[in-house]
């Protein structure tokens, strides 16, 4: 088990920030020119040997943007990443730039895994959001060649009040392309995004124990993005404690859920595992694992395309660049990451919660609602025992 208080699990990595789209909940607020002041792949492999520093077994690598693509030199840096024994994916936009000898050669040099982008189940919703049109078929396109070539495929989603109850035709297209996880986003309120396309804490419940609820009746594996909250309801779930009451959200996208299971012949289908006891820490089919405990600057952080480092990309606080630190002093001395990885300073009914230590709340929309990284979580509904007894 990995002691993130030392090492971070998972390092998010913006090569650049250039990109031909525009997308409406961009948090790069992505220009179509690389920034004049990027990290030279010089400096990118001395970014790779800091990583080293840490220690076997390295932290997963994800090399995103912008567009990834973008960079002339991104293959260079992915293949030195690779070589060194560091588990590397790559989440890149869908484009014309993402052609199939591209896709074939990310395997070549080691990629573990790709993700790609959908938020939506047809055009309209989802190039709606991407800000350019053919981005649905483009990226429909990306995965089948990713799946001709042999390559790991993982589905990224952002949850907004427009697609969430578009979110089971997701799940479908995820399932007829058998990939390895889907990543499930939950809108955080900065760069382009703004605060009214983010769905109710209601919302948040309901969409996060549908989630759990695809996990266990279904053969795709599911994870939640700065929605921390996931991990309470499978434990809860799993351990047949779970007592909140659902709204009308859930109800509807439970009840697709089964239409979808029927088309496609999954009715009785049922995982025996327990989802904490069993998801987290285990290898999926790619040898990437996940890990619970992790929020923004607890187990993982973000290095920007001009070196600067933040405790994830949508908590915009700069803690040190890798020009004038090594990323294991940051991560180790930094103030706010010292604030950050541990779980009893965190203020409001998430300090109360008993499962500070297994989620701890979305620590970037606490930010971006409050203006205090350490505040409670603004879309979480459950109000911890501790709260609950006092009461009485």
């Excluded at 969409?207 to 599911?222: A, G, H, Q, R």
């Excluded at 239409?259 to 009785?268: A, P, T, W």
Aim: charged residues 30%; aromatic residues 8%.
């Amino acid at each position: 088990m990995i002691d993130l208080t030392k090492k971070p699990f998972i390092i998010f990595w913006e090569v650049t920030r250039a990109c031909l789209l525009a997308c409406k909940h961009c948090r790069a607020k992505a220009q179509t020119k690389p920034h004049p002041d990027e990290l030279t792949t010089e400096e990118a492999f001395r970014v790779v040997d800091q990583i080293l520093e840490f220690g076997q077994p390295y932290p997963l690598l994800i090399i995103t943007g912008g567009d990834p693509l973008m960079r002339k030199d991104l293959f260079e840096i992915l293949e030195y990443a690779a070589s060194k024994g560091i588990r590397v994916a790559i989440a890149f936009s869908g484009t014309k730039l993402a052609t199939k000898d591209k896709v074939e050669k990310m395997k070549e040099v080691g990629v573990a895994r790709i993700a790609i982008s959908l938020d939506g189940s047809n055009s309209e919703i989802h190039d709606y959001f991407r800000g350019k049109t053919g981005t649905f078929e483009t990226s429909l396109r990306i995965l089948k060649d990713a799946r001709d070539v042999g390559i790991s495929r993982q589905i990224n989603t952002t949850v907004t009040t427009f697609n969430i109850l578009d979110l089971p035709n997701i799940m479908k297209i995820c399932l007829e392309n058998e990939v390895t996880l889907w990543d499930v986003f939950f809108v955080v309120p900065t760069g382009r995004a703004k605060a009214d396309i983010m769905p109710s804490a209601q919302e948040f419940e309901d969409v996060l124990c549908w989630l759990y609820d695809v996990s266990k009746e279904t053969p795709l594996n599911v994870k939640s993005s700065a929605a921390c909250h996931l991990r309470r309801i499978e434990y809860m779930r799993d351990h047949g404690i779970y007592d909140l009451k659902l709204g009308e959200t859930y109800f509807k996208l439970k009840e697709m859920l089964e239409e979808i299971k029927r088309e496609l012949g999954l009715d009785n289908y049922k995982k025996d595992k327990k989802i904490v006891a069993g998801a987290h820490g285990r290898s999926l089919a790619d040898g990437i694992r996940r890990m619970t405990g992790i929020t923004d600057g607890r187990g993982m952080f973000f290095i920007s395309h001009i070196g600067e480092v933040y405790p994830s990309g949508f908590l915009p606080i700069v803690a040190g660049n890798v020009r004038e630190q090594t990323l294991k002093e940051i991560y180790m001395n930094s103030p706010i990451f010292r604030d950050l990885k541990d779980p009893n300073k965190l203020k409001g009914k998430c300090g109360k919660c008993e499962y500070r230590f297994i989620c701890g709340g979305s620590r970037a929309r606490a930010y971006a609602m409050t203006g205090d990284y350490l505040a409670a979580e603004p879309r979480c509904i459950y109000v911890p025992k501790a709260l609950r007894e006092r009461v009485k």
